[in-house]
């Protein structure tokens, strides 16, 4: 499995609480709040004509005062801190943890597909690699439910906030050691045929708000992927709720977040209703 899904979804291999609440935007509301908030399940690249804000999310953004997002995107330090994060340290590169003949495999494939220079890029972390393959594999120029939601909010004067720092999330990549993140890569791209399918079928799943097969790709093809499950989802969804409670009785907020942070025993849905919340799902068509 492309750990493409992962960094899209920020898909976790847990089952989920609830399987047959399938839906991507929910409204929470009781214990504190004299009014509701909403949470949304992104996904992080699609293409133009598979965005679509609904009448339902264009609602809720409306009835409440502020958008929170994974990251404050609005914040203008965030590009440079992001920067600073893209590269290894100690002069490790991609050319260094790979064999002559993976490197040379990895250098074809962005050399004749993404008509770019490996060696200008090789010193990137292997995970921020993939960024520069969204576009090959959607075959469109990549858009975001985060920089979508953004530019509405501020339309309409709402605040942006983070849920963590641009700091913390990057820091989260060096959590899983750079062979592996250089081994992963190349297995994607060793067979690309089956990450682009991968992809498309995320995408379609995720069009139809259906997470649970998203969910049973990544337990039959990427089980390495719960050797990290602690730090890129648990512990950071178990942060998030405890932020979002001290959030929603002061400011009704509407969160966007990867899509499947929401589901699982410990997704945010689960999460919010053990604290006290009721967790709504509201269908987008509506």
Avoid at 181 to 198: C, F, P, S, Y
């Amino acid at each position: 499995m492309t750990f493409l899904l992962s960094l899209l979804l920020h898909l976790a291999p847990v089952m989920p609480a609830d399987s047959t609440e399938n839906a991507l935007l929910w409204k929470i509301s009781g214990r504190d709040l004299a009014a509701p908030s909403y949470l949304y399940g992104t996904i992080h690249a699609t293409c133009a004509r598979d965005l679509h804000v609904t009448d339902a999310m264009q609602a809720a953004l409306h009835q409440t005062e502020q958008l929170a997002l994974e990251l404050d995107m609005d914040d203008p330090g965030m590009v440079l801190t992001m920067q600073q994060h893209l590269f290894m340290p100690d002069d490790l590169t991609l050319k260094t943890l790979l064999s002559p003949e993976d490197y040379q495999l990895v250098d074809h494939f962005f050399s004749d597909s993404l008509g770019m220079a490996l060696n200008k890029v090789q010193r990137m972390k292997p995970f921020m690699l993939y960024s520069l393959m969204f576009g090959k594999l959607l075959g469109c120029t990549p858009e975001s439910y985060e920089v979508e939601l953004m530019m509405r909010a501020k339309e309409a004067k709402k605040e942006v906030v983070g849920l963590e720092t641009a700091e913390y999330q990057l820091s989260l990549f060096d959590k899983m050691p750079y062979d592996k993140q250089a081994a992963q890569l190349v297995e994607d791209i060793q067979d690309i045929g089956r990450t682009r399918k991968e992809f498309a079928d995320m995408q379609r799943y995720y069009q139809e708000e259906n997470l649970r097969p998203v969910y049973e790709m990544m337990l039959e093809t990427s089980p390495g992927y719960a050797d990290f499950e602690e730090v890129f989802l648990i512990e950071r969804n178990h942060h998030w709720v405890d932020t979002m409670a001290a959030m929603m009785p002061q400011t009704p907020t509407f969160f966007a977040v990867g899509a499947l942070h929401l589901v699982g025993n410990d997704g945010l849905i689960h999460l919010l209703r053990q604290a006290g919340y009721t967790v709504e799902p509201v269908r987008t068509e509506e």
